[in-house]
């Protein structure tokens, strides 16, 4: 089983700022298949950045992701008042399909 | 616009079943193209698969739950389903739907249910 990591476990930032999120993973990612999700409360995980590093329909281009192999990471160039929420990363390229613990982004 | 929307018993005993149905509206579950999936996440914690299943009826455990879990697809109703048995207090989550695609470049979850809590009570 793959176990994703991410750091921090809490980021504190201000809007305008930019964020970086990190997901580490104990193996090779298979083909890059790991996406990153938002979670607000009360709500759905809703999915950002799919094959690492495309992102899905109607996200904006502040939110980007990059890395392969074990190494992953999601960026919010300039953060907004929505933005605030738990991120999670999820590998799909090997079974069984894992999710990391979350990154909370909170308002500084 | 495809949605997914789980329903079931909120409380369940300990040692009993949980049972959950998810219901799909707006698409078909019948699609070659998808896979459906359980997915629960604890009280103020992380998300963990449980199992996925084709229309065919194949299926796809998580080894740390397989022994306790059955997922079942009724293609006329549009509808698929969880019974996890033998729960204890930490089987207490909400638990997801969703569906995911079939081909290996797109086996993520893109269309999630709302969420249906499951209390485990003593």
């Known amino acids: 089983e793959i176990v994703l990591t991410q750091s921090p476990g809490t980021l504190s930032l201000s809007p305008g700022e930019r964020a970086t999120l990190s997901c580490w993973a104990s193996?090779?990612?298979?083909?890059?298949?790991l996406v990153w999700y938002q979670q607000k409360p009360g709500q759905a995980p809703r999915l950002l950045i799919y094959?690492?590093?495309t992102r899905a329909t109607g996200i904006p281009d502040r939110f980007s992701g990059s890395g392969s192999g074990t190494d992953f990471t999601l960026t919010i160039s300039r953060l907004e008042p929505e933005d605030f929420a738990v991120y999670y990363c999820h590998q799909y390229g090997s079974s069984p399909w894992t999710f990391g613990q979350g990154t909370r982004l909170e308002i500084k | 616009q495809l949605q997914l929307q789980e329903s079931g018993p909120g409380l369940v005993k300990s040692s009993e079943t949980l049972s959950l149905t998810c219901t799909v509206s707006g698409g078909s579950i019948s699609s070659s193209n998808y896979y459906w999936g359980w997915i629960r996440q604890p009280p103020g914690k992380g998300l963990e698969w449980i199992g996925t299943?084709?229309?065919?009826?194949?299926?796809y455990y998580n080894p740390s739950l397989k022994s306790r879990v059955t997922i079942s697809v009724d293609t006329p109703r549009n509808q698929f389903s969880l019974r996890l048995n033998s729960v204890t207090a930490a089987d207490t989550a909400l638990y997801y739907c969703?569906?995911?695609?079939?081909?290996?470049?797109?086996?993520?979850?893109?269309?999630w249910g709302q969420g249906s809590l499951v209390t485990v009570s003593s």
């Open positions: 969703a569906r995911h695609g079939f081909s290996t470049a797109a086996r993520y979850f893109d269309y």
């Open positions: 193996q090779s990612v298979v083909s890059s298949h």
């Open positions: 094959g690492a590093s």
């Open positions: 299943i084709y229309y065919t009826g194949n299926t």
